[in-house]
């Protein structure tokens, strides 16, 4: 119990270093603050979810000590807990006769990318009714700072303060404020996959990942995850802070569903000529772009409904014997 306390420890503040170094204002900060959740996960999938948990109240307790009170619940609420229970949930498994590996069926890797999806939406959710609780006071709020922050980067830029007239901020300020909410649901949702995979890659270089690393490419949502999509695509229509919330929990979902997408061009593009070119064309194209994910997003879709990755297995047939 003492080497998994030390453990936390050391991962909360190595968590808190990377967290804090936003406020360097350094473009290599905003990278590293991304990468905040990273040494909670590897503590929680290298000893145990407890040293985990030590390591986001450490961090959490670091942030707060050195900056302010609020950083405490807001680090443990925004990226503590959620980089916790992820990690928790990754090293479940149950004991089977099936054959598994270990004889322990391990908790599917489809329910963890979904529970980082809605983790995000409920991370992201829980800042915005920070702004306000209804969509009036969110928009003005938001606005607020919005403005503002557009204001110090023209005084900070180069002859800013000498600028006449100045920038009329309004427009894009006004985009700002609807395409906010839905684009912060993508990027944690993104965050969190990434530093999920990130971590269990070290773990498992170090020997110490206790699962065998799943088969990304064959992984599947749970069965409430279409209609969970539907039903927050709708809400996402009502008016008021109740569409603002559904917009961002059907974002969340819809990056999920691109990464399933991913998958998918993953596992049928295996006997593909180019396979290398293609796979990196696409990334690229949605990396440059962004909308092209859309179009991923509903492969995933797509499979979900018509077995793709089943069909195209079925088609291509056993491997052929060795000569």
């Not at 329910?111 to 409920?122: G, I, T």
């Not at 900070?156 to 100045?166: D, E, N, R, T, V």
Request: no cysteine.
């Amino acid at each position: 119990m003492v080497q998994l306390i030390l453990i936390g420890i050391g991962a909360g503040v190595a968590t808190a270093l990377l967290f804090g170094s936003i406020a360097s204002g350094s473009l290599l900060s905003v990278a590293l603050f991304y990468l905040a959740p990273l040494p909670i996960l590897i503590a929680a999938l290298g000893w145990s979810h407890w040293a985990g948990l030590v390591a986001a109240v450490v961090a959490a307790t670091g942030l707060a000590v050195v900056f302010d009170a609020f950083f405490f619940m807001a680090f443990l609420l925004g990226i503590g807990l959620p980089a916790w229970w992820l990690g928790y949930l990754a090293l479940l498994a149950r004991p089977v006769t099936n054959g598994a590996p270990g004889g322990l069926e391990w908790y599917p890797v489809g329910h963890l990318v979904m529970w980082a999806a809605l983790v995000s939406a409920l991370v992201v959710t829980a800042a915005i009714l920070n702004f306000g609780t209804d969509e009036e006071s969110f928009r003005s709020s938001l606005r607020a700072g919005l403005e503002r922050t557009l204001r110090l980067q023209e005084r900070l830029s180069p002859g800013g303060a000498a600028q006449a007239p100045k920038t009329d901020w309004s427009r894009l300020i006004e985009f700002l404020a609807l395409a906010l909410p839905p684009a912060a649901a993508v990027l944690t949702t993104i965050t969190n996959v990434v530093n999920l995979w990130l971590a269990a890659k070290i773990v498992t270089v170090s020997g110490r990942l206790r699962r065998p690393l799943p088969n990304l490419a064959a992984m599947q949502f749970p069965n409430y995850a279409p209609a969970l999509l539907a039903a927050a695509v709708a809400v996402s229509f009502v008016s008021g802070l109740i569409g603002i919330i559904g917009g961002v929990l059907a974002a969340s979902l819809l990056m999920a569903y691109a990464i399933l997408g991913f998958a998918v061009l993953h596992a049928i593009t295996r006997a593909v000529g180019g396979r290398a070119l293609i796979l990196g064309g696409i990334y690229l194209a949605v990396i440059v772009f962004g909308w092209p994910v859309l179009a991923i997003a509903l492969l995933g879709l797509a499979d979900t409904a018509f077995g793709i990755r089943a069909r195209t297995a079925g088609k291509r047939g056993p491997p052929a014997a060795p000569n």
